[in-house]
Nanobody
Framework: QAQLVESGGGLVQAGGSLRLSCAASGRTFSYYAMGWFRQVPGKEREAVAAISWSKDTIYYADSVKGRFTISRDNAKNTVYLQMNSLKPEDTAVYYC???????????????WGKGTLVTVSS
């Protein structure tokens, strides 16, 4: 059974950094794009960043450009999200997702993790 498990969330002060990880298991995600999304209670889930299997195409939401970096280690079936200069508005549950096609459209992703909470205090 395909499984994506996020880790690395927590409480951090504004201006701080966190590194999220997402480990894929249970099936091969070879040639799959991977992405990070976030959701605040009461709001729609939004795309944060996405990366192709070959790492040659990367997308970022405008709100995180220059602060967040997505990367992946295909040998380890793991995708990362390095988050720097965190702001209180970055507070959300962060989810990773996998899909054969790369996009920044939430509805276009087939496999999802259960999420990890990131809280940024002011």
């Amino acid at each position: 059974q395909a499984q994506l498990v996020e880790s690395g969330g927590g409480l951090v002060q504004a201006g701080g950094s966190l590194r999220l990880s997402c480990a894929a298991s249970g099936r091969t995600f070879s040639y799959y794009a991977m992405g990070w999304f976030r959701q605040v209670p009461g709001k729609e889930r939004e795309a944060v960043a996405a990366i192709s299997w070959s790492k040659d195409t990367i997308y970022y939401a405008d709100s995180v450009k220059g602060r967040f970096t997505i990367s992946r280690d295909n040998a380890k079936n793991t995708v990362y999200l390095q988050m720097n200069s965190l702001k209180p508005e970055d507070t959300a549950v962060y989810y990773c997702a996998a899909d054969p096609r790369l996009s920044m459209v939430v509805a276009g992703w087939d496999y999802w993790g259960k999420g990890t909470l990131v809280t940024v205090s002011s």
